[in-house]
């Protein structure tokens, strides 16, 4: 009988649920920190999402040191050279300047926390050729994401909805953009689910409401980028999972997008919500992009690039010129960069995404790695720096690290092993009264 991956870890001592957890942690790290500070009314601090990450990369390291392995694979070897070029570069920058200016050296804190934690989470993924996530992990961290963005509109002790922004350091932009990220679990978790057993009407019904919950919370929030990100990831999924079937995924949507037009006036008025986000949203429809601080930013960044296009200034250089990212992700590298590091970065996301094509139908790992690059690419292409974006790092990160010849022949040919023992397993029916979750996903974790 083919011995399942979770099973396997579990014999090597360790469990693979805390492996996605410590990875779900990593993700959504800033996303729990900043609603914690919020509703605790305590003041954000430089340093507090590092001290998260710290926690993370302590937890995988002693489980690195325990299950140590000498195999590692050669493209790790490139992750490593990857991050230390960029730290290198980083702390350069700061060596030229002012060190110690606040912007630069939390973002500078927060890049070296997560590329420690990325490398050893990295290390454990190649380690136990892991290609699956727990499903009930992406579950909790769907219900925690979605109730914590959707509570957030109800705070009336300060200007929300298109206007959140206190000394926790949560704004209105976090809050569209965790409602979207929500989202895009939802829909990953739906597709995950449907290829195992079909939805029974409950299980919908629990899905439409929480993506009417989401998509409701992200444009009440007024972060235009938010919404854009949950239409991204929308299309991205009727794309990836659907094909010729995405009626199953567009007609829900449809019935989402008519109960929330006719929906949302009486629950406006009945709960009392602000409307400023739906304001500054509808705004952007009536030529507010163009008086967006944005465009200012954008112009100033390009005239960065101009002083040194080839080489830039330096990665972390933009805070010192601007005082700010530029909120566009291939503006940042221009002014900071130059051509010459643009390129590379092309070439880095060329071979990402050469591999995790090649990989995502065999795992839903790289399914799930998939849809947080879709998350944190888009993100910064409107807001955040991308230096120290795990959504972004982490799905690379594992993606240069895979050694195509092993996963062919350890990973594929178990996939085929489990096919051919396909006739000897229960039916969905039996199963029911076994000891072994119905969720695929679940069981190989």
Sequence with gaps: MQISQKEQLNNNGIKADMLDVLIILMMFANAILKFVLYFLNIQSESGQLAIIYIIVAVISACLCFRHFSRMIQ???LSVIILFVVIGVSFVITGLSRDFHYTKYYSELKSYLAMAVCIIFLTLLIAWKK???????????????LTVIS???????????????????????????????????????????????????????????????????????????????????????????????????????AVIILIFLRYAFPFVINLLGINVKGIERV??????????????????????????SPVFGHGIGSIFYYLNSYSHNLFLDVLSETGIVGL??????LIVFFKKIFMFYRHGSLFRFLTIMFICGFTLNMFSGYFWNNQHLWLPIAVALTINKNEFDNNVISAIESDIDDSDDEPQPEERIHDDAPLLKGENDG
Excluded at 130 to 144: G, P, S, T, Y
Aim: proline share 1%.
């Design 74 to 76: 050669h493209g790790f």
């Design 130 to 144: 892991k290609r699956d996530i727990n499903l009930k992990v992406i579950f909790a961290a769907v219900i925690i």
């Design 150 to 252: 959707f509570v957030s509109l109800f705070r009336h002790d300060s200007d929300i909805a298109g206007y959140i922004r206190d000394s926790s350091g949560l704004t209105y932009q976090n809050v569209s953009y965790f409602s979207a990220y929500a989202f895009g679990l939802t829909l990953f978790h739906i597709t995950e689910t449907v290829k195992i057993r079909p939805l029974s009407w409950f299980n919908k019904l629990i899905y439409f409401v929480f993506l009417a919950i989401q998509a409701a919370t992200c444009f009440l929030a007024g972060g235009r980028g938010g919404l854009v990100l949950l239409v991204v990831l929308f299309v991205a999924s009727v794309f990836m999972y659907w094909g010729k079937k995405a009626y199953r995924i567009v007609v829900p």
């Design 282 to 307: 509808m705004d952007f429809f009536n030529g507010g992009f163009l008086d967006d601080g944005r465009m200012s930013l954008y112009l100033e960044s390009l005239g960065v690039f101009g002083d």
């Design 343 to 348: 390129l590379l970065f092309l070439f880095v």
